[in-house]
């Protein structure tokens, strides 16, 4: 009974832990310069129209 409490416990650390980690991940700035993006596709294509637009999106 008393086992089943600790390993119980050690569980709710260990998932504690892990959402501080996260969260200090997610506070970093990135990127902290602009992205060169490449398409090997023709101008005016589905993908250089959606890589085009997502800038404008702020993704």
Do not use: Y
């Not at 600790?6 to 992205?35: D, E, H, Y």
């Amino acid at each position: 009974m008393v086992r089943l409490h600790i390993s119980s416990f050690s569980k709710v650390l260990v998932v504690a832990f892990a959402s501080f980690i996260t969260l200090t991940a997610q506070a970093q700035s990135f990127p902290n310069r602009p992205i060169t993006m490449l398409l090997p596709l023709a101008v005016g294509s589905a993908g250089d129209v959606a890589l085009r637009i997502v800038p404008l999106m702020g993704i």
